[in-house]
């Protein structure tokens, strides 16, 4: 479960009183002052409010984590036919993450 830090106090809002059976992988959601991406299908009682075609947990890859402590992840909208889209593209293997260097 990759955490994210950094959420505005006004988008905090509490953890479903009655977790989901099973969130999506890739889904992107917010529990209290947090925010986190689901890896893999699970379980979870928080509130979802986008979710990632992009994988971002593989145990094949080293490191097996596309994001490490302290980076930034922006999150850009697509609509239904892009998410499909990305999908294909990356099940095809012609998908690449755009990941830029930050300024430290």
């Known amino acids: 479960f990759l955490y994210l830090?950094?959420?505005?106090k006004k988008l905090s809002c509490p953890r479903l009183e009655t977790p989901r059976q099973s969130i999506p992988a890739g889904s992107v959601a917010i529990g209290g002052d947090q925010t986190g991406i689901y890896p893999k299908s699970s379980p979870g009682g928080w509130n979802i409010i986008g979710r990632s075609p992009v994988?971002?947990?593989?145990i094949n890859n080293n490191p097996p984590t596309v994001a490490r402590a302290g980076d930034?992840?922006?999150f850009v909208?697509?609509?239904?036919?892009?998410?499909?889209?990305?999908d294909a593209r990356i099940k095809?293997?012609?998908?690449?993450?755009?990941?830029?260097?930050?300024n430290d």
Do not use: C, N, T, V
């Open 5 to 8: 830090g950094g959420l505005d």
């Open 55 to 58: 994988p971002l947990f593989d």
């Open 72 to 74: 930034l992840i922006r």
């Open 77 to 86: 909208p697509i609509d239904h036919q892009q998410f499909l889209d990305i």
């Open 92 to 102: 095809a293997g012609e998908y690449k993450l755009q990941i830029k260097p930050g």
